[in-house]
């Protein structure tokens, strides 16, 4: 039997021992039985529609491309979906790396003997999986490249820094927030060390980082930071370690937001709270608080304070 008999003969067969084998390369994933055959139906009916087209000599097919009019731009939108659905470059070259060897091992075992015109078929089948293979991973980059991009614009349209860090705490990646609070470009930022920016040193400390990379676990903290403009700025950040399939910490990101406007908000209700508005004194609120601290101090260290009670003449009337 031709090989591209046998395909569409036996597809039910191949597509359960499909099923297997993608299994074992996506586990991680846990998809279901129509998101791992995905495609691969369509692709092998049009590797037998492909190997069966007359080809001269001097033809080779350029491209994958079947005439069966399910299978159009099949292993195309296969490299798409497997992205999509978070596979890697290398699930995906595994993946056909296992058809190609289950469609030819199904196949050889059910021959009696092996012809020359089966060698052929067999060559032609395996150039037609490299060219379905070559069209997936395209498109596979393609949309990788594109989601790259996506995350670039919006992460750089972005008001608040953001940033990745490699494990020796050089940047990877830096918006153009954060690149500006460093008074850098965003090009000229990325491979510089986070600990030689003009920051808090407690913010961008190496044990920082460590700590991080170490616990696995998000830090979090509040940060001043004077600008390159003069300004002072308060931060709300967060550091958070990125994870690979083994759960090893593979890089740290980080982002700050922007409390600027909330602090001075706190600082005022507080002010108002604690002096008074017309004299810009302490009033009793502040003194009863202050009392309490020292008189909490005075039992808890056995060291004595002075209280004094001072009366001012005549002071009320010019306060009232």
């Not at 099923?19 to 092998?44: M, W």
């Not at 810009?280 to 009863?288: D, I, Q, Y």
Request: with cysteine; aromatic share 8%; hydrophobic share 35%.
């Amino acid at each position: 039997m031709k090989l591209s008999d046998f395909i569409r003969t036996h597809m039910e067969v191949i597509l359960q021992v499909w099923d297997h084998d993608a299994e074992s390369i996506l586990s991680n994933h846990g998809l279901s039985q129509d998101e791992l055959r995905d495609h691969v139906k369509q692709i092998l009916l049009g590797i037998a529609v492909e190997m069966e087209r007359p080809v001269t000599g001097h033809e080779r097919a350029a491209l994958f491309n079947p005439t069966h009019p399910d299978s159009l731009l099949s292993a195309r939108t296969h490299g798409i979906e497997r992205h999509n659905l978070g596979a890697d470059i290398v699930h995906v070259t595994s993946e056909f790396s296992a058809l190609r060897q289950t469609v030819s091992q199904l196949w050889l075992n059910s021959l009696l003997t092996v012809e020359p015109g089966d060698i052929a078929d067999l060559n032609r089948f395996n150039e037609q999986i490299d060219e379905a293979l070559s069209q997936s991973v395209q498109r596979y980059v393609q949309e990788k490249q594109k989601q790259g991009r996506l995350f670039e614009t919006m992460l750089s349209a972005l008001p608040d820094p953001c940033y990745i860090l490699n494990l020796d705490g050089t940047f990877i990646y830096a918006n153009k927030a954060m690149a500006k609070l460093c008074d850098l470009s965003a090009e000229q930022i990325r491979g510089r060390c986070f600990c030689e920016m003009p920051l808090p040193a407690h913010y961008n400390d190496r044990k920082q980082l460590e700590n991080v990379i170490r616990r696995k676990e998000q830090c979090r903290g509040e940060i001043e930071v004077r600008s390159a403009t003069g300004q002072n700025r308060f931060f709300e950040y967060v550091y958070a370690p990125v994870l690979d399939e083994e759960g090893h910490v593979e890089a740290v990101s980080g982002i700050n937001h922007d409390i600027t406007f909330r602090k001075r908000s706190e600082a005022k209700t507080w002010r108002h709270a604690n002096y008074d508005l017309l004299t810009n004194v302490p009033n009793r609120r502040l003194f009863l608080d202050r009392l309490d601290q020292h008189t909490s101090h005075s039992k808890r260290t056995g060291a004595p304070f002075a209280l004094l009670f001072i009366d001012l003449d005549n002071f009320k009337p010019p306060g009232s």
